[in-house]
């Protein structure tokens, strides 16, 4: 079995490990369903109410795509602006940084004030939230580029384009999708957070009414396709990470052995 292999084994069994303790402990201690429900109910929850609950997991995943979109749209956008010039660098970090503060739910409301509750709400949240470690990691690195090998190539005649594009922005790349894995976990906090204050649809919707009537095993369902559509686009953007920026990691079965 290789190195891979075996810590994918072991990733498994902890996840494992984790529900079954989870299930002894409850019926060990005779935990009130209302309390803690056992993974066991959770997914007996997720069976049965999957028909009910397929299209509010549909618009989590539109708001939360179309969001996650835009802002690395506009992440990338000002993360290269930043990231070339010094000046705008100590002029605009700052301001991100102020904004980065803001606890998102502090700007739902305006955003219901200015486009009303339901999707739009949804996908500017998710989008504002996922914006900034977009921008600080592709400026930084562009920032970090050798200025030895940027002055190699001025010498060659190379532009500040051509520089960019043939150097710059392929060493940006690691920065880029390790961004990228951060922004869309935060994208889905973003999203589900808008659902639950301005939305009638959506799993933050649904877990914020089956908390009210005290359906504790549904919001427990939610949080598992939350975490479930996370682990999907992570993975997704950690295989791609793989297929794009392979010159810049080791293979573990080599590293190890």
């Known amino acids: 079995m290789t190195e891979t292999a075996r810590i994918k084994l072991m990733s498994f069994s902890l996840i494992a490990g984790f529900f079954l303790t989870w299930e002894v402990l409850c019926i060990l201690l005779n935990v009130s369903d209302l309390v803690l429900p056992r993974p066991s109910e959770i997914v007996v929850t997720l069976w049965v109410k999957f028909p009910i609950l397929w299209p509010h997991i549909l618009q989590t995943l ?16 000002l993360g290269v602006l ?14 991100l940084v102020g904004f980065s503060s803001i606890p998102k739910v502090a700007v739902v409301p305006i955003f219901v004030l200015w486009f009303g509750s339901g999707t739009t709400p949804a996908i500017l949240t998710a989008m504002v939230i996922c914006v900034f470690p977009i921008v600080v990691n592709i400026a930084t690195g562009l920032a970090t580029t050798e200025p030895d090998l940027e002055d190699v190539l001025k010498t060659l005649g190379a532009s500040k ?5 043939n150097v710059g922005l392929p060493r940006t790349m690691p920065y880029f999708f390790a961004s990228l894995k951060v922004a869309i976990t935060l994208s889905f906090v973003g999203a589900v957070l808008s ?16 908390s009210s009537n005290f359906q504790v095993s549904l919001v427990f369902a939610g949080l598992i396709i939350l975490a479930v559509l996370g682990v999907v686009l992570y993975t997704f953007f950690s295989m791609l ?12 079965d080599i590293a190890i052995t």
């Not at 384009?161 to 594009?165: C, N």
């Not at 639950?196 to 009414?209: D, E």
């Open 62 to 77: 539109y708001s939360t795509l179309i969001g996650f979109s835009l802002g690395v749209c506009i992440g990338v956008t």
């Open 82 to 95: 930043v990231g070339t010039s010094k000046v705008a660098y100590a002029v605009a970090y700052p301001l």
């Open 161 to 165: 384009r051509e520089i960019l594009w």
């Open 195 to 210: 659902e639950t204050v301005a939305s009638n649809r959506g799993i933050g919707n649904v877990m914020m009414t089956a």
């Open 241 to 252: 990470e793989r297929r794009v920026t392979g010159w810049a990691t080791r293979d573990t």
